[in-house]
T-cell receptor, first 114, second 114 residues
Framework: NAGVTQTPKFQVLKTGQSMTLQCAQDMNHEYMSWYRQDPGMGLRLIHYSVGAGITDQGEVPNGYNVSRSTTEDFPLRLLSAAPSQTSVYFCASSLGRHSGNTIYFGEGSWLTVV | KQEVTQIPAALSVPEGENLVLNCSFT??????LQWFRQDPGKGLTSLLL?????REQTSGRLNASLDKSSGRSTLYIAASQPGDSATYLC?????????????FGKGITLSVRP
């Protein structure tokens, strides 16, 4: 049982480059989300999806784009990387947004923008 | 806006000690509260989830309590072990609308000395 899988684990980008962080879950979860974790700031929600074809903005969406074409996959795109986007990114999933079920996290993607 | 506070930011205890980690939140209208563990370089692992109608949950040496009216939760760890060393985060989920997202505290980094 793979759970939530994120790739890549580490990435270094130059300012202005674009890239996609991949996230996949094999638990048939409806709700998926992306967070970033920064020292002193805790985890902040970037974007989330309540099901295939439906996405919405979280607390810090600027500079990021998402899509949800399948239940399993929820990629996060950085359109034009900036040093302020240097962070650790976590993908998470749960059975439903308003359910009382546990939320599962991926292992994280460490991104450095130089 | 919901705010979640965890104090202190770091804690060091000798092995075998029973300890309590605190979490406070400003808006008592929550759907549930979760405690997570995060090991260095890893994602978050859910430890305990307490629904708003519940007072406590137990799993092994862990016990989490919830007092909605006072906006507090505690995570009790019995007979602490060096393997318990990690960062512990609490997160609250609101009921609906703008407050339905998961709001995280910044975590308490626990070190259990052999």
């Amino acid at each position: 049982n793979a759970g939530v899988t994120q790739t890549p684990k580490f990435q270094v980008l130059k300012t202005g480059q674009s890239m996609t962080l991949q996230c996949a879950q094999d638990m048939n979860h409806e709700y998926m989300s992306w967070y970033r974790q920064d020292p002193g700031m805790g985890l902040r929600l970037i974007h989330y999806s309540v099901g295939a074809g439906i996405t919405d903005q979280g607390e810090v969406p600027n500079g990021y784009n998402v899509s949800r074409s399948t239940t399993e996959d929820f990629p996060l795109r950085l359109l034009s990387a900036a040093p302020s986007q240097t962070s650790v990114y976590f993908c998470a999933s749960s059975l439903g947004r308003h359910s009382g079920n546990t939320i599962y996290f991926g292992e994280g993607s460490w991104l450095t923008v130089v | 806006k919901q705010e979640v506070t965890q104090i202190p930011a770091a804690l060091s205890v000798p092995e075998g000690e029973n300890l309590v980690l605190n979490c406070s939140f400003t808006d008592s209208a929550i759907y549930n509260l979760q405690w997570f563990r995060q090991d260095p370089g890893k994602g978050l692992t859910s430890l305990l989830l307490i629904q708003s109608s519940q007072r406590e949950q137990t799993s092994g040496r862990l016990n989490a309590s919830l007092d909605k009216s006072s906006g507090r939760s505690t995570l009790y760890i019995a007979a602490s072990q060096p393997g318990d060393s990690a960062t512990y985060l609490c997160a609250v989920k609101g009921h609906s609308g703008a407050n339905s997202k998961l709001t995280f505290g910044k975590g308490i980094t626990l070190s259990v000395r052999p």
